[in-house]
């Protein structure tokens, strides 16, 4: 199995910062791509930011010039620096993880990080 632990969300006030981290552990083969989405209350899950491990970055327009990933590749693990938060940043985090295993890709969520921007 894999497991996807992220860390790092928090309350923080409008123009704060903060990053979010995810770790993948388990049964990791070769990843992918890992990346960062999130689900504001009565909406629906949208991507804000992926990373192929080859190094092509893709974010949401709504986060370009704020937000950063990056990865610590010998720790499985990918980072969501956060800066000028919004507080329609106020959402659910979640870490995916694309893995592959021979010619077949796999997807893993992580259990969620609230992060909540105040006015």
């Known amino acids: 199995q894999v497991q996807l632990v992220e860390s790092g969300g928090g309350l923080v006030q409008a123009g704060g910062s903060l990053r979010l981290s995810c770790a993948a552990s388990g049964r990791i083969f070769t990843i992918n791509s890992m990346g960062w989405y999130r689900q504001a209350p009565g909406k629906q899950r949208e991507l804000v930011a992926t990373?192929?491990?080859?190094?092509?970055?893709n974010y949401a327009d709504s986060v370009k010039g704020r937000f950063t990933i990056f990865r610590d590749s010998a720790r499985n693990t990918v980072y969501l620096r956060m800066n000028s938060l919004k507080p329609e940043d106020t959402a659910v985090y979640y870490c995916n993880a694309v893995l592959e295993r021979g010619t077949s890709l796999y997807g893993y969520w992580g259990q969620g990080t609230q992060v909540t921007v105040s006015s």
């Open positions: 990373l192929t491990w080859r190094g092509r970055t």
